[in-house]
């Protein structure tokens, strides 16, 4: 059974500074992973996916990178925000399924 | 577009009563999920649907739950009796096949 997992589960940081939030997997024959946005009280939004063949996606300030093999994925965000405040989810589906298994997230709070 | 729309956004409801929860998802997404958020158990996977038709309701806990998309465009979600172990957010989800998933914004659920 796949799961997902991110440490850690906050992070408070000032405003500026450049980010990794980790994401693992226990197992490696996934067919896409998904760094998702939550804020509170709202649904989530896809950030970025990665397919299983590709090592990397950026957009904007953002950049996620996979590695299968490891069971990895690092979501990286470049001169952090107080608007970057929410909480990160990444999800992974398994091949021959759309079915996305979803980490618990990571509450991130940049203070200005 | 709209985006995924679901109805209501909160819902009070005592112990026994019927709850209905309601979804359109995006125009022309061929795949639909139901997802409930907790604290304690993150987001869990209820149902999904593949043109209408439900491909892995594995995650739906007992029978008291059942989900039914009867055109490609509608989707319901439907707890009877409810318990007040069933508060949660639930979340109705739409994609194309490996595809970035959009979420609606929730339907905040309160058995008392």
């Known amino acids: 059974k796949q799961e997902v997992t991110q440490i850690p589960a906050a992070l408070s940081v000032p405003e500026g500074e450049n980010l990794v939030l980790n994401c693992s997997f226990t197992?490696?024959?996934?067919?896409?992973l998904q760094w998702f946005r939550q804020d509170p009280g709202k649904g989530l939004t896809s950030l970025l996916l990665i397919q299983s063949s590709q090592r990397e996606q950026t957009s904007g300030r953002l950049n996620a990178s996979l590695d299968k093999s490891s069971g990895r994925s690092t979501l990286y965000i470049a001169a952090s925000q107080p608007g970057d405040s929410a909480t990160y989810l990444c999800?992974?589906?398994?091949?021959?399924?759309?079915?996305?298994?979803f980490g618990k997230g990571m509450k991130l709070t940049v203070n200005p | 577009d709209a985006g995924v729309i679901q109805s209501p956004r909160h819902e009070v409801t005592e112990m026994g009563q019927e709850v209905t929860l309601r979804c359109k998802p995006i125009s022309g997404h061929d795949y639909l999920f139901w997802y409930r958020q907790t604290m304690m158990r993150g987001l869990e996977l209820l149902i999904y649907f593949n043109n209408n038709v439900p491909i892995d309701d594995s995650g739906m806990p007992e029978d008291r739950f059942s989900a039914k998309m009867p055109n490609a465009s509608f989707s319901t979600l439907k707890i009877q009796p409810s318990e007040p172990r069933d508060s949660a957010v639930y979340f109705c989800?739409?994609?194309?096949?490996?595809?970035?998933?959009?979420f609606g914004n929730g339907t905040r659920l309160t058995v008392t």
């Open positions: 989800a739409s994609s194309h096949r490996n595809s970035p998933l959009h």
């Open positions: 197992d490696s024959a996934i067919y896409n």
């Open positions: 999800a992974v589906t398994q091949g021959g399924s759309e079915k996305l298994v």
